[in-house]
Nanobody, 119 residues
Framework: VQLQASGGGLVQPGGSLRLSCAASGSFVSVNAMGWYRQAPGKQRELVATITSGLTTYADSVKGRFTISRENGKNTVYLQMNSLKPEDTAVYYC???????????????WGRGTQVTVSS
């Protein structure tokens, strides 16, 4: 099972980026999905999650970021608008995945994608 994130890059303050993360491999269900980020010298922090259509956001991104999911493709997106320099970080995709019916879910992490907000 792999989580492949993409869409990071360099953007000016006030700009937008859209991150994508697709789950691939052998599994029967992908449940909660989310995005976390880690800035240099800081701990990894929650950005947003989506579970059965319900979303949660860190206070720092509310009103600017939107998480969504394309169920048929087990893909999660993070639309980031009005980006600020403090949003600069490596963004990681996270998901709870069940590989076999009757087995427990396992939490997986993607490798991360760099987002840099700078003029």
């Amino acid at each position: 099972v792999q989580l492949q994130a993409s869409g990071g890059g360099l953007v000016q303050p006030g700009g937008s980026l859209r991150l994508s993360c697709a789950a691939s491999g052998s599994f029967v269900s992908v449940n909660a999905m989310g995005w976390y980020r880690q800035a240099p010298g800081k701990q990894r922090e929650l950005v947003a999650t989506i579970t059965s259509g319900l979303t949660t956001y860190a206070d720092s991104v509310k009103g600017r970021f939107t998480i969504s999911r394309e169920n048929g493709k087990n893909t999660v997106y993070l639309q980031m608008n009005s980006l600020k320099p403090e949003d600069t970080a490596v963004y990681y995709c996270n998901a709870d995945i069940r590989r076999r019916w009757g087995r427990s879910q396992v939490n997986y992490w993607g490798r991360g994608t760099q987002v840099t907000v700078s003029s």
